[in-house]
Nanobody, 125 residues
């Protein structure tokens, strides 16, 4: 399987910024859809952002639009999530995911084949 490793999580004050990274190893294809999801304590895992490796349309959840930016570096097989103006409600474990079929259903976690272990983001008030 493809291995995904997230990094960059941590503790930050409200209004601060963090940049998450997700690096893929193993068999990958430029056509894979890459996504970010998050899961807060006691809540379901929810969609955050997604993009194709070739740099197709980038999509964001309404809750993070204008504050978060997803980008990619194909030479490093890495995607990023730049998180600005963080709020306490952004506190969650953030997961990187890959859809090998590039199904187009970017916001549905059931369509993703590979998942990282997650990285914790805590935003204090």
């Amino acid at each position: 399987q493809v291995q995904l490793v997230e990094s960059g999580g941590g503790l930050v004050q409200a209004g601060g910024s963090l940049r998450l990274s997700c690096t893929a190893s193993g068999r990958t294809f430029s056509s894979y859809t890459m996504g970010w999801f998050r899961q807060a304590l006691g809540k379901e895992r929810e969609f955050v952002a997604a993009v194709t490796w070739r740099g197709g349309n980038t999509n964001y959840a309404d809750s993070v639009k204008g504050r978060f930016t997803m980008s990619r570096d194909n030479t490093k097989n890495t995607v990023y999530l730049q998180m600005n103006s963080l709020k306490p409600e952004d506190t969650a474990v953030y997961y990187c995911a890959a859809d090998r079929h590039a199904s187009g259903s970017y916001n549905s976690r059931a369509n993703y084949d590979y998942w990282g272990q997650g990285t914790q983001v805590i935003v204090s008030s």
